[in-house]
């Protein structure tokens, strides 16, 4: 347990759905991160909020629409994806930005059909 | 831009064997180099955290080294078990952004 809780686990979902994904840390840190695994490539960083504002936003479709409401809080909303967005969406968290240990959640496996 | 490489991609050994795995980058002006351990289907465990200043770091039988100026870092597993068995991912932190840069891994698989 990492302190960082990402739900859910487990996400099927149609092209033409909406569904968000839930991440929470209960550690004090002010920044928080989604990234991206796909099978067979390097995680890929997709948003990163510091004290609740996004400050970094790596080029990502929009389709993807991350939100935080308060610094113990992180959504990813989905909409419209394509197949090729299945993938591992693992949220993180760190003190701050910058030098400090980052700790991930287990990841929300995403399959669109 | 900061490239990282992880040698070997998988690994197989014996149980109570020493291993050795590397990482190098290629933008030496980095904050800190992470090492975290992966499950199959699960997320990341921060294993051990290398601040830029810092030439190693000790966790139990796990020993990190950094050699920032040739941009490489090693992981040392000594007498490793079968519950070591995993994917190791090392990970720089960039001076400009917030970023973590992985590596790809490399698959352990430690052997009864």
């Known amino acids: 347990e990492t302190g960082v809780t990402q739900t859910p686990r487990h996400l099927v979902m149609g092209m033409t759905n909406k569904k968000s994904l839930k991440c929470e840390q209960h550690l004090g840190h002010n920044a928080m991160y989604w990234y991206k695994q796909s099978a067979k490539k390097p995680l890929e960083l997709m948003f990163v909020?510091?004290?609740?504002?996004?400050?970094e936003n790596n080029s990502v479709p929009s389709r993807f629409s991350p939100e935080c409401p308060n610094s113990s809080h992180l959504f990813l909303h989905l909409h419209t994806l394509q197949p090729e967005d299945s993938a591992l969406y693992l949220c993180?968290?760190?003190?701050?930005?910058?030098?400090?240990?980052?700790?991930f959640g287990q990841g929300t496996r995403l399959t669109v059909v | 831009k900061q490239e990282v490489t992880q040698i070997p991609a998988a690994l197989s050994v014996p149980e109570g064997e020493n291993l050795v795995l590397n990482c190098s980058f290629t933008d030496s002006a980095i904050y800190n180099l992470q090492w975290f351990r992966q499950d199959p289907g699960k997320g990341l465990t921060s294993l051990l955290l290398?601040?830029?200043?810092?030439r190693e770091q000790t966790s139990g039988r796990l020993n990190a080294s950094l050699d920032k100026s040739s941009g490489r870092s090693t992981l040392y597993i000594a007498a490793s078990q079968p519950g070591d068995s995993a994917t190791y991912l090392c990970?720089?932190?960039?001076?400009?952004?917030?970023?973590?840069?992985f590596g790809s891994g490399t698959r352990l698989l430690v052997r009864p």
């Open positions: 990970a720089v932190s960039s001076r400009e952004s917030y970023k973590l840069i």
């Open positions: 290398i601040q830029s200043s810092q």
């Open positions: 909020y510091s004290l609740e504002e996004r400050v």
């Open positions: 993180a968290s760190s003190q701050d930005g910058l030098n400090t240990e980052a700790f």
